[in-house]
């Protein structure tokens, strides 16, 4: 085989199944709506209705995978809240640690109207003063939720909940700074920086994100795009200009390594991965990912390859389980990046392939996948 290869089907994953969750992490889920019958949003009148959120398709990835995941939120106490949690048990994530919100408080929600070539798919959000984003501190006893916890994980889109319902306190950041205090030693911090415009300015998002990352994070993963945005970063000879006008082109792995090592170096980290998406169509994109660690162990993905989407929200997620898995099962740091990188490129392309939002996904696909990447070689193909 022209790549490197694991066989994550055979692995023994009986260390992480003795204790609490190995992976804990916490946000807002959200209903989402979508047109069953093929008409508009404001013509329709059947919807599906499933639920949709960054940390619980993360969770959801890595419980299928064999790693024991925790997922915790604020929820009102009726049959939506009921569905998350139900849902949550469903795919062998605990909901023990869910905060119980009065019933009559909302839970965020979101209408999606699937895109087809050239019209592109849209969303329209209600998610200011949900319950989730009144999830403060005190709320979660964070000692017993954390106690088996080797990686704690959030993203920015979690902090900019408060920004964007006005309120004059951060709820979220208050309990991610009172988590902080009650994960055991050795116990990796990861944040998927997931800048939304909707929630917040870019200016109110540096001033809180730049000082939590580069105090307490230990792992970022990101996109060229939204650094470009946020930092005015390049990518290496590429300006953040032209990143930002979308016309970033091929990308040579000076250019990366460049980049990654700048993002190490300004915000402290042990870790970082990017992912990489160049959509041609809206039913065709092209998918690629990279990651480095601060002793400059480097893996990108050994070509650029084709999807052909049938819904491609929660695919960054799903890849950020499949890395995370990498980097929870295997102790040699550069083999943990390699495998995180494989594992999280078979795992989002497959994904993308699903409708609605949640990775499910079986270990067998996923090992199938990365085993004809493999045989089928490792030449990195022309962006």
Not at 99 to 116: H, K, M, N, Q, S
Not at 236 to 248: F, H, L, P
Not at 297 to 318: E, K, N, Q
């Amino acid at each position: 085989m022209t790549e490197p290869y694991y066989d994550i089907v055979k692995e023994d994953l009986s260390p992480f199944v003795n204790g609490g969750a190995t992976f804990v992490t916490f946000g807002e889920v959200m209903v989402r709506d979508m047109p069953a019958d093929n008409e508009r949003p404001e013509r329709t009148r059947k919807v599906w209705i499933s639920m949709a959120g960054s940390e619980l398709t993360l969770a959801v990835m890595l419980s299928r995978l064999g790693i024991p995941a925790s997922f915790i939120t604020r929820v009102p106490d009726n049959p939506y809240g009921w569905m998350l949690r139900n849902l949550a048990r469903e795919q062998g994530v605990s909901a023990e640690h869910f905060v119980w919100a009065d019933r009559a408080e909302p839970i965020g929600r979101f209408l999606y109207e699937l895109g087809r070539t050239p019209r592109a798919g849209a969303v329209w959000y209600q998610r200011r003063f949900s319950a989730a984003s009144r999830l403060g501190a005190g709320m979660v006893d964070w000692g017993a939720a954390l106690k088996d916890a080797r990686l704690f994980h959030t993203s920015g889109i979690t902090f900019g909940l408060s920004a964007h319902s006005g309120y004059e306190r951060n709820y979220l950041l208050e309990a991610f700074l009172e988590a902080l205090q009650a994960r055991p030693e050795g116990c990796l911090v990861g944040l998927d920086y997931n800048f939304r415009g909707t929630l917040w300015s870019v200016a109110q998002c540096r001033e809180v994100m730049t000082p939590l990352i580069t105090e307490h994070v230990d792992v970022l993963i990101t996109t060229i795009e939204d650094m470009a945005k946020l930092y005015g970063m390049n990518c290496g000879r590429v300006s953040a200009e032209t990143i930002v006008n979308g016309d970033m082109g091929r990308l040579e792995d000076d250019d990366i390594k460049e980049f990654l090592c700048q993002l190490i170096d300004m915000m402290r980290l042990q870790v970082v991965g990017v992912t990489i998406r160049y959509p041609d169509t809206h039913e065709q994109h092209r998918w690629e990912s990279a990651a480095m660690d601060c002793e400059g162990h480097f893996f990108r993905s050994p070509a650029v390859r084709s999807i052909v989407l049938t819904d491609r929200l929660g695919g960054g997620d799903t890849w950020n389980g499949g890395f995370y898995y990498g980097l929870l099962t295997e102790t040699d740091r550069a083999d943990a990046i390699r495998k995180g990188v494989l594992v999280g490129d078979a795992a989002t392309r497959l994904k993308q392939t699903l409708m609605y939002d949640l990775p499910i996904l079986t270990k067998a696909e996923i090992q199938a996948r990365m085993a004809a990447d493999a045989t089928g070689g490792g030449k990195r193909t022309e962006r």
